[in-house]
């Protein structure tokens, strides 16, 4: 049957908190299954809403992990008490602080050209140990079928436990389901954000904001031109769909996939 999961909007976001999310991915591991993880909050739920195979895509996932603090209230309003906030970044951060004691090894596979290097610099210093086992950074185009495989025999190659791909909602998402067919990696991990946060690009929201379920207003005061659509758009329509359609506990059975 798997981890319940919380059907927010046909969105199956998964039952979890940290933990639990954390010995998830170590199983996965382990055992030798593949999966991939989306980190969803709002945006991702709303661009659903018009996309089904986006849909589709959360929802065959190995994990969908509540990002934002609305889908960790909208999992308690349907009775999954235990759950709480899995962020991409802090995710990120706990799976590296584990990695030097487990040898586990990763991947990072997006961002600006620069980012994913200058990414791998910042955590190794942080986690002395922790093994990087390659960087790319994508061209901004839709890349070739060819390119894709070249990329996957690239990714293989290294052999990483962990592929952490930073391309965004909802084109990471998209990026990991074309592509887990080909590569081998256990676990591909969509974080977005987190490769310009942990670089030390993008600031983050204090911690009283994140608890509150504003980050999305540190965001949108950060970068207005870019963000001021997904979050004055998203956000109310998100209140007033889920008023209408509250969450429910359900299985990954019960999902649209």
């Given amino acids: 049957m798997g981890i319940p999961r919380v059907d927010v ?4 976001i998964s039952a979890v908190d940290m933990e639990a999310a954390l010995a998830e991915l170590a199983r996965w591991v382990q055992e030798g299954e593949q999966h991939y993880v989306c980190v969803t909050g709002v945006h991702g739920v709303m661009e659903s809403q018009d996309d089904p195979e ?3 895509i959360h929802n065959r996932s190995g994990l969908t992990t509540p ?5 960790v209230w909208a999992g308690k309003r349907a009775g999954a008490d235990h759950m709480t906030r899995v962020y991409g970044p802090d995710l990120m951060l706990e799976i590296c602080r584990r990695s030097a004691a487990e040898g586990w090894t990763h991947y990072f596979y997006g961002g ?3 980012v994913p290097e200058l990414l791998a610099t910042r955590l190794t210093d942080r986690f002395p140990g ?3 086992v390659g960087t790319y950074s994508p061209p901004f185009r839709e890349l070739t079928d060819q390119e894709a495989g070249e990329i996957a025999d690239r990714i293989n190659a290294a052999a990483p436990d962990f592929v952490w791909v930073g391309l965004s909602t909802p084109k990471q998402e998209r990026w990991m389901a074309a592509n887990i067919a080909r590569l081998q ?3 591909l991990l969509g974080v977005g954000a987190a490769f310009d946060i942990h670089a030390g690009l993008l600031p983050q929201a ?3 904001m994140q608890k509150r379920g504003l980050e999305w207003l540190y965001r949108l005061l950060k970068e207005p031109r870019r963000l001021w659509k997904r979050y004055l758009g998203n956000n109310p329509r998100f209140v007033v769909r889920v008023l209408r359609r509250p969450p429910a506990l359900v299985s990954v059975d019960q999902l649209e996939t």
Avoid: H, Q
């Fill in 9 to 12: 909007l046909g969105v199956g």
């Fill in 54 to 56: 986006l849909r589709r």
């Fill in 67 to 71: 990002d934002g603090m609305p889908m």
């Fill in 112 to 114: 600006k050209e620069g």
């Fill in 130 to 132: 922790l093994k990087i």
């Fill in 185 to 187: 990696a256990p676990a």
């Fill in 206 to 208: 204090p911690p009283w």
